[in-house]
């Protein structure tokens, strides 16, 4: 077997300058940016499913409440793990979410899925999300 060997100085140069973008949290940043619009668009998008009570006229009770008590949190970065928290503390949101009997057990209310639809919708949404600020990120990583 010839021995040979590997100049790797340009490499461990690279590698240096990387590791050192790395920590000034540009790329973390970034991600935040990004994390915020997908905050906003997820906000938007449950509450646009939320269903409205409606009352008759005479009521003077007046929907929207459930709708007005939606909540996120975040983002929470860790290692790996981008992520945020949407709930609503509503104490009547996980029936209107999953359905419930009716009132004396002789019927079924079907359930809105309105997290549910969300999270699936913006799953599906998130690589065209987070795409152009990764990209800008990554750029910047090899300048």
């Known amino acids: 077997m010839a021995g ?3 100049d790797d100085k340009e490499f461990q140069a690279w590698a240096k300058r990387v590791n050192e973008k790395i ?3 540009k790329v973390k940043h970034g991600m935040e940016v ?3 619009r997908v905050k906003a668009q997820s906000m ?3 509450k646009a499913k939320t269903p409205v009570g409606k009352y008759p006229k005479s009521s003077s009770r007046v929907g929207g409440h459930l709708r007005r008590t939606w909540h996120v949190d975040g983002p929470f970065i860790t290692g790996t793990v ?3 928290k949407l709930y609503n503390n509503t ?3 996980p029936f209107v979410e999953n359905g419930h ?3 004396g057990g002789g019927g079924w209310v079907e359930g809105r ?3 549910k639809n969300t999270v699936t919708e913006i799953d599906g949404e998130m690589p065209q999300l987070i795409a152009p600020s990764f990209e800008q990120a990554i750029r910047g990583l090899l300048d």
Do not use: P
Request: charged share 25%; hydrophobic share 55%.
């Open 34 to 36: 990004t994390m915020r």
């Open 23 to 25: 920590a000034t949290d």
């Open 82 to 84: 981008i992520a945020l």
């Open 113 to 115: 899925f309105m997290l």
């Open 91 to 93: 104490e009547y949101a």
């Open 101 to 103: 009997r009716t009132r």
């Open 44 to 46: 938007r998008m449950v």
């Open 4 to 6: 040979f060997t590997i």
